[in-house]
T-cell receptor, first 117, second 113 residues
Framework: AQKVTQAQTEISVVEKEDVTLDCVYE???????LFWYKQPPSGELVFLIR??????QNEISGRYSWNFQKSTSSFNFTITASQVVDSAVYFC??????????????FGTGTKLQVIP | EAQVTQNPRYLITVTGKKLTVTCSQN?????MSWYRQDPGLGLRQIYY???????DKGDVPEGYKVSRKEKRNFPLILESPSPNQTSLYFC????????????FGNGTRLTVT
């Protein structure tokens, strides 16, 4: 069985502060895929990033960065200099990769980020 | 424009009255799936489909049915809705299954009284 834990239910920061959203996962697969999705107040779900289990390079995209550490089974998401538009619920998700063609996606419970102006 | 279209956006119904939530994608994706979102529980997978006529259960399939007769459509059927199926539902598609990101519809908020 696989599991994704987002222990932070809600976080509030003041605009321009940095914030890190934690994601810890469990899986028995040696190959797997990790994702982050954003759900703004309007309700749609938007894909942010994917990371393969065999690629531990961290990634930076503008103010967003992701830190993938297999040793601690974590895939954390940092927003630098937060803005009000970053206010949303963020979901971490895991898809196992060892079995062929099967797509069982497990989501965390989400972290609601509120950026206060 | 590439998109996943769900209908309706809002639906209020009564216990036991059969309903269907439609989902259609125009990206020629093979994989489609349904999720429900509940406070404190995140998104949970209901059913998924790897191709036409190929479907399988996710984590919470009880009380739901799906069909995949055409590649672009993946309707969610509630034969006899109950109040515990009141939720926000999302349909999603992806091009290459497990390693591809999900493209989500805009969601359907269902209330069963």
């Amino acid at each position: 069985a696989q599991k994704v834990t987002q222990a932070q239910t809600e976080i509030s920061v003041v605009e321009k502060e940095d914030v890190t959203l934690d994601c810890v996962y469990e899986t028995r697969d040696t190959t797997y895929y990790l994702f982050w999705y954003k759900q703004p107040p309007s309700g749609e779900l938007v894909f942010l990033i994917r990371r393969n289990s065999f690629d531990e390079q961290n990634e930076i995209s503008g103010r967003y960065s992701w830190n993938f550490q297999k040793s601690t089974s974590s895939f954390n998401f940092t927003i630098t200099a937060s803005q009000v538009v970053d206010s949303a619920v963020y979901f971490c998700a895991l898809t196992p990769g060892d079995s062929g063609g099967y797509q069982k996606v497990t989501f965390g419970t989400g972290t609601k980020l509120q950026v206060i102006p | 424009e590439a998109q996943v279209t769900q209908n309706p956006r809002y639906l209020i119904t009564v216990t036991g009255k059969k309903l269907t939530v439609t989902c259609s994608q125009n990206m020629n994706h093979e994989y489609m799936s349904w999720y429900r979102q509940d406070p404190g529980l995140g998104l949970r997978q209901i059913y998924y489909s790897m191709n036409v006529e190929v479907t399988d259960k996710g984590d919470v399939p009880e009380g739901y049915k799906v069909s995949r007769k055409e590649k672009r459509n993946f309707p969610l059927i509630l034969e006899s809705p109950s109040p515990n199926q009141t939720s926000l539902y999302f349909c999603a598609s992806s091009s290459h299954g497990k390693k591809s990101p999900l493209h989500f519809g805009n969601g359907t908020r269902l209330t069963v009284t």
